[in-house]
Structure formats: C-alpha cells, structure tokens
C-alpha cells in the first residue's frame, strides 16, 4: 500500500468524501433475500434487539410481520412509532410516519419494505424515498429488500418468473448502503415454510407454489441475490482500496485481462482467455494499447484490430481502449486499477535477437506484473509481432525522402560559407539541426535518411583529403561514428516527440469533443434544439452527414432531424435504422451487420427503451470506423439518448401537473359547486313544497316570505352560474374589452349601488381626493370586479364595521384600494388566494371561491396589477391598479 506522501489528491478527495458522509449522513444497511420469506424482517430484528441490548437507541419506524408469530415476538422490548393512518379508498391504511420518526430522531431506525409504495397523500411516493431524507438528516436506517425489486434486474426478473415487478428500487439507493447483509434459504426450505403457512396465509400457498414460488424461480432468484451481494461487495472493496490508493490488487475474484493488437494472434488468445473466464466464472477484459508507433499501421492491421474488439465484445468481454508509450506499462496499470488476478497474452513469433535490440513485451509484462499470474498464450505460424509490423508499415511517401535529401543540401551549402569562419566541430552542427528539421517535419524514415546522409556529406565535403570518402586521419572515423549515433538518437527522440504530442492531441479532441457535446446537450430542455445541437456537433467531430430517427407510440421509426445544409444525410435505408432499433446493436457501415450500408446507425439507448437511431453518413475515404470512434459515437448517441429522455420526462411531468391541477380544480369545483348550490336548492325545494302543499295552513304573509325566500335564494343561484361563466369566459379568448376613459367616482358609485341596502347604509366609506380622476377601462367590467372586492369584504367582516373604498393616482396609473376590518389574509394564502376555488382561511364563508379570481381575470385583461396587503390597524386592503386615463396622464 502507498504511503501517505504518495497518495494522489483524488486519493485524499475521496478518503475526505467517504469520512463526510460517515460523520454527516446516516448509514444504510440492507437485509436481502431472494424472495419473501427467507427472514428478512426476522434477521433485521434480530440485529435490533442486540444493538438495544447494547445501548444503542433503535427504534420502530415500520415492520410488516404479515402475521407472523415468531416475528411478532420479537418487537416486544423495542420501542415504536405510531403509525399515521391516510384515507384510501373508504378506509384508513396505517403509513410509517416520517416527520415523527424525524422529530425522534434516534440513532437506528428499523424501516421495513424498501420498494413499498406510499399510500397516497404521503409525502412521498416510494418508502426508500423516505428513507433517502432520515439518511440525510443523519439517521441510521435498516431495511429489507427483495432481488426482484432490484430496478436494473427488472428484466431478467420479468423473463424467469413471467412476473412483472411493479415495485422497484433505483440501483443508487442499493449502492448508497453501506452494509448489505444477504438472508439466504435453501429453496426445499423455502418450500417447506410456505407449506407449514409460515410465508402466506394457507389459502394462497397452493397458488404462490404453481407461479412465482416454483423451484426453479426460487434457484435462479437465490442466484441472483448472491451475484448482487457479491459485486455489492466487490465494488465495495474496490472503492476502499481506491480511496486508500492500494496499487496491488487484491485477488478475491478471478478477473482477467487479455491483450490484443493487429496480429492474428489475437482472435486466438482471445478465444482462450474466453474459455479460461468461462472455466473460471470470472469477468473479462479485452485491452488494446495504442502507442506512438501505431500511427504507422496499415489500414489492413487498422481493420484487424476493429474486427478483433469486436469480437472481444460479441464473446462478452469489456473492451478498452488505452494510450501511452509503453504497452507493458499501460497494461499493468490497467490490470492494478482493475483487480485483475491473470494477464493473457499471446507468445511473440519475432526472433530472439530482435527481442533483444528492441524489447519483448512478454518479458516486460512479467517483470513488472508482480503477483498478478501472466498466461502467454501459443497462436497461429507465421504471426507477426505488432512492433516488427509498425517499423514496416510506414505512413511515408517519397517526397518526404525527397524533402530530407533536399535539407541536407541545404545544410551543406550552409556549412560551406560557415567553413572560413567556424571550425569543422561547429560545421556539425548545421547537420544536427538538419536532422531535427526533418525528424520534426516528416518523420522517423527521412530523418535516419538525414542521418546517414549528413555524415556522407561531411566526410565527403569538410574532412581531408577532400571530395572523397577516403579518411586520411583515423580520428575521424570515431568522429562520424559518433555524428551517426548523434544523428540516429535525435531523430528517433524527435519522432518519439511529435507521435506523443499527436497522441496527446487526438486526446484532448476526443476529451473536448465529449465536454462539448454534454455541455451543449444540457444547456436546452427543447427537444428540437438538443437534437439539432447534437447532430451539428457529431457532424463536426466525424466528417459526415447525419440523421435522427425517433420512434413513437407505437415503436415505428420516423426521421425526426436531419443535419443542417450540408451535413444533411438524405441517403439512409430505414431497414437498417429498423434492424439497429430492434436489436439494440450498431448496424451498417463498418459493422458485421449490413455492412455494404452507405451509413453506420447506432441505437438510442434510453435508460428504460430505444429512443430512436442515430445515422452517420461518414465519407468514402473513412469508412473503417476504429473502436475509438465507434465507442465515441456510441457516447455521443447515448449522450442523445438521456437528454431525449429527459426532454419526455419533463413533458410528461408537465403533462402530469397540468392533469393533476386539472383534477385538483375539478374536485374543487365539485365540493364547491355542490356545497354552495345544496343550500339554496334546499330552501327552494323546502318553500316551494310548503306552497304547493294543499294542506297546508299558510296565511298571505307566511306565502309572500317564502316566495321572497324561493325568489332570493333563486337569485343567488344565479349569482353562482354566473361567476362560473365569468371566470371561463374570463380565462378565454372570448373576452373583448371596451375600454374609453371613465371617471373613478361614477364606477365606485356604479358598483356601491348594485349592491343590496344594507351594505349601502353607511357601511362603506368612499374616499376620493380628486373627483376628476379618471381611468382608460371596460367600465362594466371594472364594476364587477370592484362589487366582487366588495362582497368579499362584506363577508368576512362584521355587520357595524366599515369598509373603506379610496382611489390614488400615480404617474401612470390609478390604485384603487378596498379595505375591510376582518381577519385579515395569511402569508401563506396571499399568493393563491386570487386562483379559482380558493376561500382562504375560512372556509365556512359563503360563495364558490371564484369572486376574486375573475377580478385577477378582468384586471389582467387590463393590463393592470391585483394584490392584497396587511391593513395596519387590522384586516385586509385589496388594491387595484388601472392605467390613467390619457387627459389626465397628459395633465401631468
């Protein structure tokens, strides 16, 4: 293990991150099972009562015994939370209650039925999202879960048990817990219990043991609760020894590593380390190690390396890509950051001496592996080795060997006007520069060309006896020895220079490519301008002409967007698009599936489904598509891909809202409606019955009240229909406005009169400063909303107080102010208090909550303001503001 000086800052980071977490967010542990019945609740009990017997603080929260006896028994010594009871469907169901279990806030709570759904009216939808806020309030947390609940399990789970899940639990609650304690039960046992009625009640066990309990369900849900446990444990030991930067790895598992390149050896190493994971029932990896000396492959060794990691990945294997200048340091790198307990690789066919001037990777590789077992790996005859192969394929044309005779030229004739004033060691010079020129400019071939030119030319023109290759001092053969290895050195470390710093750049474009696309991708929530934004983009980084395919409802394909002028793919064969979608794999140009498509088309690969198809057009002369690029293409379509999702997930949660709210103002609307119209059809149905009874008694003046009776409630029924047809119209398009400039005082006056006496018999006090004040409105419509203003206050005040009416003006406008002395409007209600439906604080007062929404509706129309404030003495002041009329504006 490293020490503390060679920790990384990441290292540190990440040790800072996990002991945060340990001392601010509480800790969840997970008891899981294969299925119901295994012991879960009973495990997690256990556990309970020993911490309680430890003086630890455990409390309650939920447990479902469903019935169970011996699960019963062991809650009793443990203190728990009352449960809330939320109405559903005519009953009452009992809930866990989480602000309690907040308010108590103990060390351990025991919450049972991670998956379990909320009742409705909960505050939210899925129990682990309860236990999601105590763990970030700092409350330790036990629960239990099922492997069918497990979200990314779903399918599986779905296709051995025929079941679908409804119930599930995102992957990140599961990876959040610290601690996963598996329950595990032989199936025969598992069986027996649920005969003996220990499971499910005896009327459901003959149907539980035909369908989900069968034995086979049950071996294949046991498998997969160990596997889950496992890697839970894995990555769990992989983080520990990132976080405390253990570079050794620790061999718990079998995990291999095989290494491939262009020769054909490597689809037969590849087969092998396949049967040896497969024997071993390991994971795998395919790594291939790009160096500085693959920019000089064929485009026959390219294509073998494509079909090679390909293979790797049809086989099952991970496949990785990795840079650097050494193959042997890279892949033991890798295989440290990545656990892994064996390295294959296949045994080199260049001769021993060869391997001695230039390296063996083999050798390397086991020198350096230390307690990682290396398995090299016999292949075809007549293999290559990938480093013979790249010094022999050379990406250079003759003009550069051309160029490099041209530059040594130039170097002579530039020695040969040095030559009387400098001596023959300066003379040198000039070739060294030459040479780093050439090695700089046009590569490894020309420059050594350069090297053994240079030298032929210096002997040849500056060393005695002259124009001749003979030497007349011995010396100086060490001089030219020494000028070639010189020479040679420079320009091989020049080579080495550029290829690296071509590396590095090919790099930081694909890094930036990625960065770009994400960035732009999550600047917009429009899907039209994702999509355009990320086929630009994936236009620029491949050169090609691209196409989006989305698919509908019913998952049919249609093109959705095309690239912007150029980069417009019109040429796509919608069968291929169809396959890719259908198959969920990459098909077309470069790929084993319909290869002679004149585009490559990548499924969108959704969290839950296949979005759509991505399809590039890429040029003639860049057809082969390398696993980099593909891997990177892959990327940017599943880059796509999420933000599609997400721009349906915000429609539909849109769409959700609205339905709800639509809900919510229809059920408002209903108890509104029925409650307000109930009274008055009651008094009309009771006084109209009263009347036309033939037996009854009633005298002139007992008839005249009840018609006055049947009249007045009639007129307030009317009143109702009346605003429910103002506030729709008010909402609408329907309403038209004819607006001139009225004076204040005639509406105010207008508005006091239509109401009933009583109000009118000093009640409402009228203070106008100007009576020329003047406002540009719909005069009738301004009215309404005023006796609206009014008859709200009339309701919430008492019969002897006072309500004030007061009109002042602005430079642009007019504020009209009503003022009551009643209870007042809350903080809270301030801000819905104008929606429809809305009685603030009192919900015993009179009317349908619609008065104060068709005043907001009339004075937006308006173009003007609504609002409410504190009335200082007490009560509320609801004010207006209208635009001044235009004499009076220009007036001032």
Not at 176 to 204: F, H, M, N, S, T
Not at 489 to 506: H, K, W
Request: charged letters at 25%.
């Amino acid at each position: 293990m490293m020490s503390t000086e060679q920790r990384s800052p990441d290292a540190f980071l990440a040790l800072a991150k996990e002991e945060e977490q340990e001392f601010t967010k509480g800790r969840l542990k997970i008891f899981f099972g294969a299925v119901a019945g295994v012991g879960k609740t009973y495990a997690m009990l256990q556990t309970a009562r020993r911490l309680k017997s430890d003086g630890i603080d455990v409390v309650v929260g939920y447990v479902e015994t469903h019935g169970r006896k011996e699960t019963a028994a062991l809650l009793e010594g443990l203190e728990q939370l009352p449960l809330k009871k939320l109405p559903y469907r005519d009953t009452e169901q009992p809930e866990f209650d989480l602000d309690l279990a907040l308010k108590r806030h103990p060390q351990i709570i025991l919450v049972d039925e991670l998956a379990h759904t909320n009742v409705p009216g909960s505050r939210h939808k899925k129990r682990w999202q309860d236990i999601e806020e105590l763990l970030d309030s700092g409350i330790n947390v036990f629960t239990t879960l099922n492997v069918q609940h497990v979200e990314s399990l779903h399918d599986v789970v779905d296709h051995i048990t025929g079941v679908p899940v409804q119930e599930r639990v995102p992957d990140s609650i599961i990876e959040r817990a610290l601690d996963i304690e598996l329950v595990d039960l032989p199936p025969d046992e598992l069986i027996q219990r649920l005969k003996e009625g220990k499971v499910y009640v005896p009327d459901k066990v003959h149907h539980a043991l035909d369908n989900f309990f069968r034995k086979g369900n049950l071996i294949a849900l046991r498998e997969l609760a160990l596997r889950v446990t496992a890697d839970r444990v894995e990555a769990q030991m992989e983080q520990y020894r990132m976080s405390r930067q253990i570079s050794e790895p620790w061999p718990a598992a079998e995990k291999i590593l095989v290494c491939i390149g262009p020769s054909p050896l490597s689809s037969t190493v590849l087969r092998a380390a396949r049967r040896m994971a497969s024997g071993l029932r390991a994971k795998w990896m395919a790594v291939y190690v790009r160096t500085p000396a693959s920019a000089y492959m064929s485009e026959e060794d390219k294509s073998r390396i494509v079909q090679t990691m390909r293979l790797a990945e049809q086989l099952g294997a991970q496949t990785r890509e990795l840079m650097g200048r050494s193959v042997s340091e890279e892949i033991v790198k890798c295989a440290r950051q990545n656990n892994v307990s064996k390295i294959v690789i296949g045994k080199p066919a260049k001769p021993r001496w060869q391997e001695i001037l230039r390296g063996s990777v083999v050798d390397d590789l086991i020198r350096n592996s230390g307690i990682i077992d290396v398995y090299v790996i016999t292949g075809e005859k007549n293999t290559y080795d990938t480093v013979v192969n790249f010094s022999r394929k050379k990406r250079t044309t003759p003009i550069f060997y051309m160029k490099s005779l041209g530059v040594v030229t130039l170097a002579t004739l530039l020695a040969r006007l040095m030559l009387p004033y400098f001596e023959s060691s300066n003379v040198v010079m000039v070739y060294m520069l030459g040479v780093v020129i050439v090695a700089t400019q046009y590569g490894r071939g020309p420059s050594v060309l350069a090297s053994i030119l240079s030298v032929a030319a210096f002997d040849f023109f500056f060393v005695p006896p002259y124009l001749t290759f003979a030497v007349s001092d011995t010396q100086y053969v060490i001089t030219f020895a020494v000028m070639l290895t010189v020479a040679l050195v420079i320009s091989t470390l020049t080579t080495r220079v550029r290829q690296q710093a071509e590396a590095a750049r090919e790099r930081e474009q694909r890094t930036y490519a990625l960065y770009t696309i994400s960035r732009e991708l999550s600047s917009s929530m429009d899907l039209e301008e994702v999509v355009e934004k990320g086929l630009s983009h994936i236009s620029d980084v491949f050169h090609g002409q691209t196409a989006l395919y989305l698919s509908d409802e019913k998952q049919d394909l249609h093109i959705f967007a095309r690239g912007l002028g150029k980069n417009a793919l019109w040429n796509v064969d919608h069968g291929v698009a169809l396959w890719a979608f259908k198959n969920k794999k990459a098909a077309g140009a470069s790929t084993d599936t319909l290869p002679a498509a004149a585009a490559i088309y990548v499924p969108l690969l959704g969290a839950k489904k296949t979005i759509g198809v991505l399809a590039v057009g890429l040029p003639e002369s860049d057809r082969v598509v390398s696993p980099e690029r593909l891997h990177l293409l892959e990327t940017f379509a599943s880059q796509i891909a999420i933000t599609c999702e997400r721009a349906d997930l915000t429609r539909e949660n849109e769409k959700a809202r609205l339905q709800m709210r639509t809900e919510q103002l229809k059920n408002s609307l209903l108890s509104s409606v029925s409650h307000d119209l109930k009274t008055p059809l009651a008094t009309i149905s009771g006084a109209a019955g009263s009347l036309s009874d033939p037996d009854s008694k009633l005298n002139e003046e007992q008839k005249r009240i009840l018609a006055d009776e049947i009249c007045s409630q009639a007129m307030r029924l009317n009143k109702q229909v009346s605003n429910l047809l103002a506030v729709t119209k008010v909402e609408s398009t329907e309403l038209t406005l004819a607006k001139e400039e009225y004076p204040v005082e005639e509406i105010i006056g207008a508005a006091i009169s239509a109401l009933d006496e009583e109000p009118r018999d000093g009640r409402i006090v009228v203070d106008l400063p100007d009576p020329t004040l003047e406002v540009n409105v719909d005069e009738s419509l301004i009215q309404q909303a005023l006796i609206n203003l009014l008859e709200n206050a009339i309701k919430h005040t008492p019969k002897d107080s006072v309500i004030s009416i007061c009109a002042e003006e602005t430079a642009n406008e007019v504020i009209l102010s009503v003022a009551d002395t009643g209870p007042g409007v809350s903080d809270k209600d301030k801000g819905r208090i104008f929606e429809k439906f809305q009685r603030g604080d009192n919900p015993q007062a009179e009317g349908t909550g619609l008065g104060l929404a068709i005043c907001k509706g009339i004075v937006q129309a308006h173009g003007g303001r609504i609002w409410v404030e504190d009335r200082p003495q007490g009560g509320a002041i609801f004010k207006i503001a209208l635009t001044k009329g235009s004499s009076k504006a220009a007036a001032l």
